[in-house]
């Protein structure tokens, strides 16, 4: 038992003589380049319904929010729907449930030759602070979910920058990125957008519903 004292006695002194853990200290905010940080992708849609049964027109746009950076970036071209090219360009879906949860859609890719534009280097351009890029273009269709069912449904458009991946899966050296070539991959999202999908008979149910009043 006395032989354990001195131990604690130790142990007390080397605590207090042991200086104090200052406040921790926040890393310096990165100021660098930053695609994924800097660079937005914008989806707008204009109604509030639509027919079941149709695929609905979601317009997307990348913004560059930074004040300071420049960026390249890859305008999409004949492939970019697939991923077989620079850069990947699509939509996911989600449904809101009756036990109000959010399930994901099944896409529907439309079908297609195996010709695509490979030469995605010659689209590649300088966004500059608060420039605005049009994303989805005439190579870009429609969001195809099938949309059969009344209920709300949500979008988000995808716009992936693999680093020079094609359709072949092998990612294409450094030298043929053109401009791109130290540019690493990144993915953004967008903003979802909520529509309502509606059946004729819905449709004809509301306006009874507005008719009489209820």
């Not at 849609?45 to 049964?53: C, L």
């Not at 996911?92 to 030469?119: H, I, V």
């Not at 949309?147 to 449904?153: A, D, I």
């Amino acid at each position: 038992m006395r032989a354990a004292i001195p131990a604690v006695l130790t142990g007390l002194v080397l605590a207090l003589l042991a200086p104090a853990a200052g406040p921790e200290v926040a890393p310096p905010p990165h100021d660098g380049p930053d695609h994924a940080r800097d660079l937005k992708l914008v989806a707008a849609f204009e109604g509030k319904t639509v027919p079941a049964g149709t695929s609905p027109h979601v317009a997307l746009t990348l913004v560059n929010t930074s004040k300071a950076n420049t960026y390249l970036v890859v305008k999409p071209g004949d492939g970019s729907e697939c991923g077989w090219r620079e850069p990947h360009v699509y939509f996911t879906a989600e449904q809101l449930s009756a036990q109000r949860k959010w399930e994901p859609l099944q896409r529907y890719g439309l079908s297609r030759c195996g010709l695509y534009d490979f030469d995605w280097p010659k689209d590649v351009v300088e966004l500059k602070p608060g420039e605005k890029l049009a994303v989805t273009n005439n190579w870009i269709p429609n969001p195809d979910f099938r949309l059969q069912f009344s209920g709300k449904v949500r979008v988000t458009g995808h716009y992936d920058y693999q680093a020079g991946k094609g359709k072949s899966g092998v990612v294409r050296a450094v030298e043929n990125r053109g401009r791109m070539y130290d540019t690493p991959a990144f993915a953004i999202a967008s903003n979802p957008v909520e529509f309502e999908v509606v059946r004729p008979r819905d449709q004809q149910s509301e306006a009874e519903r507005a008719r009489d009043g209820k």
